[in-house]
């Protein structure tokens, strides 16, 4: 069993920046597929990116974020990070983070909600025009 609780959250200008951190509690999460995601009000969840496990360390990302957020993680800390730049209002939203339900899956394209469990509370990101 692991608890996540998602932090960083803000109000930040469009075209600033923020990191997101997401830290775990009890088993360490080095050997699963990490994702983000994150909700607007009336809108669907809906997958930000996700990086694989330690061993692997790739990241994937949806086209609304591609080369605008990074997910990396620090496993000595048992922590994931999103770094957004360049943020637009419509990136505002509610953040979670999750662990992927299985063991050594991989990250290789935008991540979907239901193959992900242990979601955080979520941290709120708000962006101004």
């Known amino acids: 069993q692991v608890q996540l609780v998602e932090s960083g959250g803000g109000l930040v200008q469009a075209g600033g920046s923020l990191r997101l951190s997401c830290t775990a509690s009890?088993?360490?999460?080095?050997?699963?597929?990490m994702g983000w995601f994150r909700q607007a009000p009336g809108k669907e969840r809906e997958g930000v990116g996700c990086?694989?496990?330690?061993?692997?360390?790739?990241?994937h990302y949806s086209d609304s974020v591609k080369g605008r957020f990074t997910i990396s993680r620090d496993n000595a800390k048992k922590v994931v990070y999103l770094e957004m730049n360049k943020l637009k209002p419509d990136d505002t939203a509610m953040y979670y983070c999750?662990?992927?339900?299985?063991?050594?899956?991989?990250?290789?394209?935008?991540?979907?909600?239901?193959?992900?469990?242990?979601w955080g509370q979520g941290t709120q990101v708000t962006v101004s025009s």
């Open positions: 999750a662990q992927q339900r299985w063991a050594y899956g991989d990250c290789q394209d935008t991540p979907q909600p239901d193959e992900y469990q242990f």
């Open positions: 990086i694989s496990r330690s061993q692997i360390n790739t990241a």
């Open positions: 009890g088993s360490a999460p080095d050997d699963f597929v």
